[in-house]
Nanobody, 120 residues
Framework: QAQLEESGGGLVQPGGSLRLSCVASGTIFNIYGMQWYRQAPGKEREFVAGITSGHVARYGDSVKGRFTVSRDDTKKTVYLEMNNLRDEDTAVYYC??????????????WGKGTLVTVSS
């Protein structure tokens, strides 16, 4: 079985930056698309950014031009570089990935999340 673990969250002032990381571990045959989602208090979980195994990135409208998603397949890690942070970016950020644990057995996997708080 595979696991995802996020890190890098914390408290940052408006206009500041943070870099989140999510590393996959356990039994892994291949990692396909990797995504970041977030959930703010009282709101539904929303898509933030994603990157395919071919390193094609896409973003939610609210973060375009401010966030950058990347991945290092040698480290089984996906990153989220967040710049010009706003109060409304405050949320728990979750990593999500499609992971194959064998050539014919894959599943969607979620991390436990990391909290990002943007406040002065």
């Amino acid at each position: 079985q595979a696991q995802l673990e996020e890190s890098g969250g914390g408290l940052v002032q408006p206009g500041g930056s943070l870099r989140l990381s999510c590393v996959a571990s356990g039994t892994i045959f291949n990692i396909y698309g990797m995504q970041w989602y977030r959930q703010a208090p009282g709101k539904e979980r929303e898509f933030v950014a994603g990157i395919t195994s071919g390193h094609v990135a896409r973003y939610g409208d609210s973060v375009k031009g401010r966030f950058t998603v990347s991945r290092d397949d040698t480290k089984k890690t996906v990153y989220l570089e967040m710049n010009n942070l706003r109060d409304e970016d405050t949320a728990v950020y979750y990593c999500n990935a499609a992971i194959a644990i064998s050539p014919d057995n894959g599943m969607e996997t979620w991390g436990k999340g990391t909290l990002v708080t943007v406040s002065s």
